[in-house]
């Protein structure tokens, strides 16, 4: 089974756009992320959600909003798509004690035209 | 303000060799969390090893051990008897427990190439 499974794996879509990626983890975590990996390998966080409230929010443009309807899903939606939200997204849990692993995703891969 | 510094871009090393991968960190917190993650080509990003900040001995697993140097302010990694498989991006990340996250910071990654 899939501890961190995202949707869609590869997303191409054109400038304006709307679209939203999914994420579920089945490993009981607490907390949950939302990573951008840009075109040079850069990973950055972007939002982390503790048992569905929003712990970190870091310099997003508010067309990104993130959504967690339970503590087992974090959803990324992203507004009026740009040609620079084209990256790689991943998401990842953790437990909610400093013990430290993330668990990552697979990635979901976003190409604006 | 919490960074990592990866200074290798690139490495290529000939396989069964041992290989030495360079992180360095600076931050005001004292207690902390280092780890090291490997993305394969196919994209997923693999965790390998976890050291924290009050662990007296360097961590291990398998073939993989961090070099924990606190004064230094380093945390190298080290793959020893280096596999075909093991070429790939491997990321250096410091950990900052936020409130029940944890964020996690990324070094600029080094890619290691492993010659037959």
């Known amino acids: 089974d899939t501890a961190v499974s995202q949707t869609p794996k590869y997303l191409v879509t054109q400038m304006g756009n709307d679209k939203s990626i999914k994420c579920e983890q089945n490993l009981g975590h607490d907390t949950m992320y939302w990573y951008k990996q840009d075109s040079k390998k850069f990973l950055k966080i972007m939002f982390s959600y503790n048992n569905k409230e929003l712990i970190i929010n870091e310099t997003v443009p508010n067309r990104f909003s993130p959504k967690s309807p339970d503590k087992a899903h974090l959803n990324l939606h992203i507004n009026s798509l740009e040609l620079g939200d084209s990256a790689v997204y991943f998401c990842a849990s953790s437990r909610r004690e400093n013990t430290g692993e993330l668990f990552f995703g697979e990635g979901s891969r976003l190409t604006v035209l | 303000a919490q960074k990592i510094t990866q200074t290798q871009p690139g490495m290529f090393v000939q396989e069964k060799e041992a290989v030495t991968l360079d992180c360095t960190y600076d931050t005001s917190d004292q207690s902390y969390g280092l780890f090291w993650y490997k993305q394969p080509s196919s994209g997923e990003m693999i965790f390998l090893i976890y050291q924290g900040s009050y662990d007296e001995q360097n961590a291990t697993e398998g073939r993989y051990s961090l070099n924990f140097q606190k004064a230094r302010k380093s945390a190298n990694l080290v793959i020893s008897a280096s596999q075909l498989g093991d070429s790939a991006m491997y990321f250096c990340?410091?950990?900052?427990?936020?409130?029940?996250?944890?964020?996690?910071?990324f070094g600029q990654g080094t890619r290691l190439t492993i010659n037959p």
């Open positions: 990340a410091m950990i900052r427990p936020i409130q029940g996250a944890q964020k996690l910071v």
